[in-house]
C-alpha cells in the first residue's frame, strides 16, 4: 500500500511538473545579445500616458532611449544641456536602453562638454537572467516620478482562457522597485485589468511595503500575475503592459529580462471586455514582392503599408513620427534596412535569398504587424544550345558509376569530366579577401559571402544566373 501510495504521489508530481512546464508560451522576450545601447519597438511613445507630467531630463512623459546626445537642452525650464546630457549617459530618470549591463558604459565615447561628473553607479556590472552571459541584453530601466509603462505589446487572447504574464527583476543597489502588471484596450487604451487593482493597492512612494515591490536588492526575482478573458463569442487582440509603481528619484533604478506570457489552465481575475479590434485596423504591415537589379538600389516597402487603416500614412521619423520599422529573423549580408526611411538596400554583390525576409511594423504604443518580402530575380534565361559539330571533346574524365562506352570521350568541349548520383565537387573554401595573388579566372567558394565567386582580373564578383549577349 506505502509502494502504491509513494508512487501515485511521484506520479501527481510528475504530471503537475509536466502540465506546468507544457503551457503555451504566447510571447516571450528575453531582449537578445547587444553591447550597444538600442532601443525596442515596445516602449511605448504616444498616447493617454502624456497626460502623467514629464521627466525633467527630457521633458516628455515617455521613457527616451539613451544613445543620443544633446546639443540644444529639451528641457531648459528644467535642465542645461550638460545636465541632460549627463542624464543620458548615466540612463537617468525617464531614460531607458537595452543592453547587456557590464556594457553600460563606454569610455571611449565621451559625452559633450567632456565632463563625467558621476558615472551612475548605481547599475551594476553583472550577467543577464537569461543565460547568464556578458553579451546579454536586459531592459534597463531608470524609473523617476512618472508612472508611465516601460513595455507594452499587444497579443491575440481567446475567449474564457486565462493567461499570466511574467518578468524577472533586478533592483540595482536597491529594492525601491514595483511593477504594475496592466491588460488595455489596444485602441482606447482603457485599463481592462491590473494586478494593482487585483490586489488593491495604489501606485506609491519611495520604500513602502507592498506585494508588487521586490523584496531584496541586487539579486533576481519573478514577479507575475494572471488574468481571464471574459467568455465571447470570438478572440480579442488586448495589450499587456508593465507599469512603474513607484513614484521615486532614487532607489528604482533596475533590470528586466525575459518577460513572457503564456497560457495557463485556470485562475486569475476576469478582465472587463476589450472592444472588438482588429490590429489590422490599428497598423498593417503588406508583403512586398521585389526583382533586384543588378545595380545596387534602394526599394520603399512601407509605401503599401497602413496605419490607422489609412495606406502611405506611416511616418518613421520627424515630430509626426507614428511608427517604427525593423528586420526580423537573420537578413544576409549586403541587404539593409533603414529605419528612418523604410527602405530596403540591395547590394549588387548581395546573394539573394531564396526564403523571403521579414520586417515587424509597430505604431508608437507597441501594437506590431509583421509582412514578408520576397525577392525574386529576373535577370536571368534561357537559350538555345549550340549546335553543329563540336570543336574537341573531354578526354579525362571521374565517375563513380558503371563504366559506360565511349566515357568521357562522348562529352564535347570539355577538359574534366566529374559523374555521380551522390557525390559533390568541392572547390576551395575561403573568403576572397584571404586571396593574397589572385589570377583571372580563379574560382572560390566564399564562405563570407556564401556564394561562389569569380575573379575577373580585377575584382571578385559572385556568380549569378544572367542573360548573356
Known sequence: MKKNLLFFCLFM???????????????????????????????????????????????SSFYQLADKYFQVAPNPQRTDRKRANQDVWNIDNGYYAVIAPKSIYNFNDPIPDMHIDWRGDFWRSIVNHTDSSDDGAVL???????????????????????????????GSNNNNVGVNFEVQDIVTEEILGSSNKDLGILPHEYWTNSETNLKEQ??????????????????????VALRNNIIA???NDFYVDDITLEEVSSGGNTIDSPSNSDVD??????????????????????????YNNETGNIVLSGSHKNSTISTTGTWPTGITLDTATGQITI???????????????CNTLGVCSAAKIFLTSTSSCTQDPK????????????STLSKTENFP?????????????????????????????????????????????????????????????
Open 13 to 59: 508530481m510528475i504530471e503537475l511538473a509536466y502540465s506546468q512546464s507544457t503551457n503555451k508560451i504566447i510571447f516571450s522576450d528575453d531582449f537578445g545579445k547587444s553591447t550597444k545601447r538600442i532601443g525596442s519597438q515596445y516602449i511605448p511613445q504616444s498616447g493617454k500616458d502624456r497626460s502623467l507630467g514629464t521627466f525633467d531630463s527630457h521633458g
Open 140 to 170: 534597463v530601466v531608470n524609473g523617476g516620478t512618472i508612472l508611465n509603462q516601460y513595455y507594452r505589446r499587444a497579443i491575440l487572447v481567446e475567449s474564457g482562457k486565462s493567461y499570466k504574464i511574467s518578468a524577472w527583476f533586478y
Open 218 to 239: 541586487n539579486k533576481w526575482e519573478k514577479m507575475s500575475w494572471t488574468f481571464k478573458v471574459p467568455q465571447h463569442d470570438t478572440s480579442h487582440t488586448i495589450a
Open 249 to 251: 528619484n532614487q532607489g
Open 281 to 306: 485596423n490599428v497598423i498593417k504591415a503588406n508583403d512586398d514582392y521585389i526583382s533586384p537589379t543588378k545595380e545596387t538600389a534602394s526599394y520603399d516597402i512601407i509605401m503599401n503599408d497602413s
Open 347 to 361: 547590394k549588387n554583390d548581395a546573394v539573394i535569398p531564396s526564403d523571403p525576409l521579414t520586417y515587424q511594423l
Open 387 to 398: 549546335t553543329g559539330t563540336p570543336t574537341g571533346y573531354t578526354l579525362i574524365g571521374i
Open 409 to 469: 570521350l562522348n562529352i564535347p568541349n570539355g577538359i574534366l569530366a566529374l559523374q555521380s548520383t551522390n557525390k559533390g565537387f568541392v572547390i576551395s573554401r575561403t573568403s576572397s579577401d584571404k586571396i593574397l595573388t589572385p589570377i583571372e579566372g580563379m574560382l572560390i567558394y566564399d564562405t563570407t559571402k556564401q556564394c561562389v565567386k569569380l575573379y575577373n582580373g580585377s575584382s571578385w564578383n559572385c556568380i549569378k544566373k544572367s542573360c548573356n549577349n
